[in-house]
């Protein structure tokens, strides 16, 4: 049942792309609702099959000789996120890519290439999850970058190909310098071990005998990557771009999903780092990152007048703490990093949904075009702010939970470092604030907006997003604990 | 097998070859030489891998120069020339930031500045001094391709800079160890695939054609600050 395990994953993604391209002259394939049937069927049939792997299958398991594919703890774990992603926006676009239809804003003929890049985005992030191969994992990694720059160049706006281009340039020239940390990893334990190896586990078990500088360069370098991908400061650029200019559902996958890859790959290469001579260097310099990537969106948050942007900053922020965490490197730092990852993702997710929303409403994503939203959209008014307010980590939001343990695990390494962080998420608090309040303010009565009728299957992902992150705040399943420890033991981390 | 000393001639007459290709790269203006010199730079690659193999016996080698000769010394330049056919900019004058001449000054520095890294640094991995020199000047490639896609102003140009960065990571490759031909293999699909998407979005920046500008800002809402 294991050995096609790997092809269950990636055959329907693979086998709508072919459908598409054999009948791109078929009218009935250029029809939204049923691209978009198929594409939630395809996310919940992901979902169903990673939740009855984590209860069935005997882990970890390794496929192929040379160990190519593997599932373990984390990476089911992420695909579990994923999956609970993709079913969401696919659930969402339904309403939202049929408006956009409509309007002219997607030409027809583009649905194809919407849906397509859209399901083969899902297979190709499964896919980068279930690399074993470091190397495979990088081409996994450069092919999401592909066909999310895809989905971001949809919408045939000069910004929007100005913005896709500058993030596959940005993220592409980056994943380079990973490529040359890649070969000098390889060049490393060519001699350790018989043909040298890149795999996840085999690494993790030859770290301690890996020479220490030359580990670090080669850290250094896939860090550069795996940093740009998920929009560490410096290379960041292009994330706040991108996301403002992509369709809110695919500003929802790029932030609820995508940046989680790039923080999988550090995660996993910090387990190695910890075990060689160069750990404590390395643990150093991913804290300074995180918390530089801390530091950016505080003082850039507050002049935002784009709420996409705004959030975008924000998904930066939570990067950089991510990283934080994982530099700390203690057991019980990398289950709250773990459990953040869950809380973010749901909570980018509403807040793209619910800007999505807006933007339909007042057709632009400014602050200042929002006038009297409690009235024309409250379902997407408490979406922006229970989750703006989940994202600062309020009580009664997952969030809370990881950011306040990530934070003690900061006091226990730096009180200095505590302090300054401290000092930064309060102004990011403050900016939320003050943006909060000037969108929700403005009463204009003589306006007369029309308000905009949102299709059921816009509101329902928002709704069940609600249910989830308040029940998350307020209960942690015994399982989910379990599985979070387990997978801090596989990373070598003795709680 | 060839003569160790003719061997590391050869090597090194190459390697002069390759940095004075990305000399032009950085300075050319003309977009349909800069697909030629690109052509040429990695047929100059293809080279370096048969050298090696002959002296390595590794197929792989061999392999990755059939690759390299087949996709970029003959695909890649040839669709960019027709994606050039069908655009209306046939140069590229635009630097910002730097000038040709400080470019080229700026990747001399470079090349030394790597050098005492990979010397100093990372010495105790590179103990052959032909494995140190192709390391250098892989990783200056890479960083002289990063210069051109900063540099200059029109996508289609930066593809290039890309392409040539991708080429100094061929020639790391080759010289630190050779990776398994299947993710060598995989890597140049990957490079094909992104490719045609840069060049196709590259079509729509760069063409100054009036009517395919109206085409794009129609959709006005979307367009703001």
């Given at each position: 049942m294991i050995d096609m395990t790997i092809l269950a994953y990636c055959i329907p993604g693979l086998l709508l792309v072919l459908t598409l391209i054999l009948s791109s002259r078929n009218r009935f394939m250029g029809n939204d609702a049923v691209l978009n049937t198929f594409s939630i069927i395809h996310a919940?049939?992901?979902?169903?099959?990673?939740?009855?792997?984590?209860?069935?299958?005997?882990?970890?398991?390794?496929?192929?000789?040379?160990?190519?594919?593997?599932?373990?703890?984390?990476?089911?774990?992420?695909?579990l996120i994923a999956a609970i992603v993709f079913c969401l926006s696919a659930i969402y676009a339904r309403g939202y890519i049929r408006d956009l239809l409509n309007t002219g804003e997607i030409a027809r003929n583009n649905t194809g290439l919407f849906?397509?890049?859209?399901?083969?985005?899902?297979?190709?992030?499964?896919?980068?999850?279930?690399?074993?191969?470091?190397?495979?994992?990088?081409?996994?990694?450069?092919?999401?970058?592909?066909?999310?720059?895809?989905?971001?160049?949809?919408?045939?706006?000069?910004?929007?190909?100005?913005?896709?281009?500058?993030?596959?340039?940005?993220?592409?020239?980056?994943?380079?310098?990973?490529?040359?940390?890649?070969?000098?990893?390889?060049?490393l334990n060519l001699d350790l071990v018989n043909g040298g190896v890149l795999n996840w586990d085999t690494l993790l078990e030859i770290a301690p005998s890996l020479p220490g500088t030359a580990f670090g360069v080669a850290f250094i370098l896939l860090f550069i990557g795996f940093g740009a991908k998920s929009g560490l400061v410096p290379f960041h650029t292009w994330l706040p771009i991108a996301h403002s200019r992509a369709p809110s559902v695919v500003s929802a996958l790029l932030s609820g999903v995508l940046l989680n890859i790039g923080i999988y790959g550090i995660m996993r290469l910090n387990a190695v780092a910890t075990q060689t001579t160069v750990g404590d260097n390395l643990k150093v310099f991913l804290i300074v990152a995180g918390i530089l990537s801390i530091l950016v969106p505080a003082f850039c948050l507050a002049v935002r007048t784009d709420t996409k942007k705004f959030i975008a900053f924000s998904s930066i922020e939570h990067m950089?703490?991510?990283?934080?965490?994982?530099?700390?490197?203690?057991?019980?730092?990398?289950?709250?990093?773990?459990?953040?990852?869950?809380?973010?993702?749901?909570?980018?997710?509403?807040l793209f949904f619910s800007a999505g929303i807006f933007h339909r409403q007042y057709e632009s994503?400014?602050?200042?075009?929002?006038?009297?939203?409690?009235?024309?959209?409250?379902?997407?008014?408490?979406?922006?702010?229970?989750?703006?307010?989940?994202?600062?980590?309020?009580?009664?939001?997952?969030?809370?939970?990881?950011?306040?343990?990530?934070l003690i695990g900061l006091a226990d390494f730096s009180v200095a470092g505590l302090v300054i962080v401290l000092l930064l998420l309060f102004i990011i608090a403050s900016s939320f604030g003050y943006y909060l309040v000037r969108a929700f303010s403005n009463r204009e009565e003589e306006a007369e907006l029309k308000a905009y009728n949102t299709p059921k299957s816009m509101k329902w992902p928002i709704a069940f997003i609600f249910v989830i992150l308040l029940g998350l705040g307020l209960y942690m399943p015994g399982g989910l604990a379990d599985w979070l420890n387990g997978i801090v033991s596989d990373l070598g981390f003795l709680g | 097998m060839i003569d160790t000393i003719i061997f590391s001639d050869i090597i090194h007459g190459l390697f002069v070859l390759i940095l004075g290709t990305a000399a032009l790269i950085i300075t050319q203006r003309s977009l349909s030489s800069l697909f030629n010199i690109y052509a040429v730079q990695s047929f100059i690659l293809?080279?370096?891998?048969?050298?090696?193999?002959?002296?390595?016996?590794?197929?792989?080698?061999?392999?990755?120069?059939?690759?390299?000769?087949?996709?970029?010394?003959?695909?890649?330049?040839?669709?960019?020339?027709?994606?050039?056919?069908r655009m209306p900019v046939k140069r590229d004058l635009q630097f910002s930031f730097l000038s040709p001449a400080s470019s080229i000054i700026i990747s001399t520095i470079l090349l030394f500045v790597v050098y005492l890294f990979f010397t100093n640094i990372a010495g105790e991995v590179f103990n052959d001094s032909l494995i140190l020199l192709g390391g250098v000047i892989g990783i200056s490639l890479i960083l002289m391709g990063m210069m051109v896609i900063f540099s200059r102003k029109r996508v289609i140009t930066k593809t290039i800079g890309y392409l040539t960065m991708e080429n100094g990571v061929l020639l790391f490759s080759l010289f630190m160890a050779e990776m398994p031909f299947i993710i060598e293999f995989l890597i140049v699909i990957d490079l094909l695939m992104i490719l045609v998407l840069s060049a196709v979005l590259a079509f729509g920046i760069d063409s100054s054609l009036e009517e395919f500008h109206k085409k794009l800002n129609r959709l006005g809402i979307w367009v703001e600050d």
């Open positions: 919940f049939y992901l979902l169903g099959l990673t939740i009855f792997i984590m209860f069935t299958a005997d882990l970890p398991v390794y496929f192929m000789d040379g160990r190519y594919f593997a599932i373990d703890r984390l990476s089911l774990y992420e695909i849906y397509g890049a859209f399901n083969m985005l899902f297979t190709v992030i499964v896919l980068s999850f279930l690399a074993n191969n470091v190397a495979l994992y990088w081409i996994f990694l450069e092919l999401t970058t592909l066909f999310s720059a895809l989905l971001i160049v949809i919408l045939k706006a000069r910004e929007n190909i100005t913005a896709s281009l500058k993030y596959v340039f940005i993220a592409s020239s980056a994943m380079l310098f990973s490529f040359v940390g890649i070969i000098i990893l390889y060049a950089g703490l991510l990283v934080l965490g994982i530099g700390l490197s203690s057991p019980a730092v990398l289950f709250w990093v773990l459990f953040h990852k869950l809380g973010h993702s749901l909570s980018k997710v509403l994503n400014k602050y200042f075009q929002i006038k009297n939203a409690f009235k024309l959209q409250p379902l997407a008014s408490w979406g922006l702010i229970l989750g703006s307010l989940s994202v600062l980590g309020v009580p009664l939001f997952p969030i809370f939970l990881s950011k306040l343990n990530i | 293809a080279v370096m891998a048969i050298v090696l193999f002959i002296e390595n016996g590794t197929l792989n080698l061999l392999f990755i120069a059939l690759l390299t000769l087949a996709v970029k010394t003959i695909f890649i330049p040839l669709f960019l020339h027709r994606v050039l056919k």
